[in-house]
């Protein structure tokens, strides 16, 4: 199965037994939606709810950080998400959160997973069928899991600063990045870690939501300063949207460490230093 796959290639799909479909959709609360009853209203048939707020580190204090890799393993279990089965996960969100589901899945070592191009609004767009309620799901068997080494802690992010051995690649607006913009956090300053590059996650996608070509996205790379041959990094506000920049390096190629902390964690620590204007 491909990384990335089509609204007709999971119509065709849809009803197989190694097959699971997963809403990974999240809301910020400035948007003021609620994504489990959405999925209760609405759903592409068979697919289960990933609660993104609750498959969390719900001890931290910023939001959406990795569970335990027990945690994680008992909420799959519980939505049927096991061992030598398919996943394709699609969202319903104004930011792209598919791409947060299909990098944890992928961290904890679930290699066949796929995300939908142009998610759940593509899908009705196309008057496909959906269904309504509360999914219920066969509980499955998550035998190991194999955690990969593509997290990076804000220890590591310090201890980058001086050799830039990772490229730092930044997914928030521009004006975010450049400090220009506060952050809607308190406590968090505003600007982006001295040195990082920039590249706003919404230059990945047309404008109906689907995912760019492969040659249009290695242009937004390029354009961004970035050495797909090099390590890279990605950061965010709260390790979302870094998620879609190592999907789109994913797309290309590239394999891509991402820092969960984000800019939660970096702009609220009073001893990191920031940065701000453009990217150079």
């Known amino acids: 199965m491909d990384s990335l796959v089509s609204t007709g290639w999971l119509a065709a799909e849809l009803g ?22 959405e999925f209760a209203g609405a759903h592409i048939p068979g ?16 939001p959406t950080m990795l569970p335990s890799a027990d945690a994680f393993a008992r909420a ?14 699609y969202d319903a969100s104004p930011i792209p959160t598919s791409a947060r589901a299909w990098w944890m899945l992928r961290h904890f070592g679930l290699s066949d997973v796929a995300v939908l191009d142009g998610g759940f609004g593509k899908w009705q767009a196309e008057g496909r069928a959906t269904d309504g309620g509360v999914a219920i799901s066969q ?5 190991e899991v194999s955690v990969r080494s593509d997290v990076r802690t804000l220890a590591e992010m310090r201890g980058n600063l001086a050799g830039g051995v990772e490229q730092v690649l930044d997914a928030r607006s521009a004006a975010r990045f ?8 308190p406590g968090v ?18 404008a109906d939501g689907t995912w760019k070509t ?14 797909l041959s090099r390590p890279i990094v990605t950061t965010c506000g709260s ?14 190629g590239a394999e891509t460490a991402l820092y969960d902390g984000s800019w939660s964690e970096w702009g609220a620590d009073p001893t990191t230093p920031k940065a701000t204007g453009a990217a150079r």
């Open 189 to 206: 300053a505003a600007g982006h870690i001295p040195g990082a590059k920039h590249l706003h996650y919404a230059k990945l996608f047309h």
């Open 214 to 227: 492969v040659e249009e996205l290695r242009t937004a790379f390029d354009d961004a300063a970035v050495d």
């Open 239 to 252: 390790g979302i949207t870094a998620a879609v920049l190592a999907f789109g390096a994913h797309l290309l």
């Open 76 to 89: 799959m279990q519980a939505l049927g998400v096991g061992g030598g089965v398919r996943v394709v996960i």
């Open 139 to 143: 509980p499955a068997r998550l035998a």
């Open 47 to 62: 697919a289960v709810f990933l609660d993104l707020r609750a498959v969390a580190d719900t001890t931290s204090p910023y």
């Open 178 to 185: 450049a400090g220009e913009e506060p952050e809607t956090r």
């Open 16 to 37: 197989a037994s190694d097959l699971r479909i997963v809403d990974a959709s999240y809301f910020l609360p400035e948007h003021g939606r609620d994504a489990s009853a």
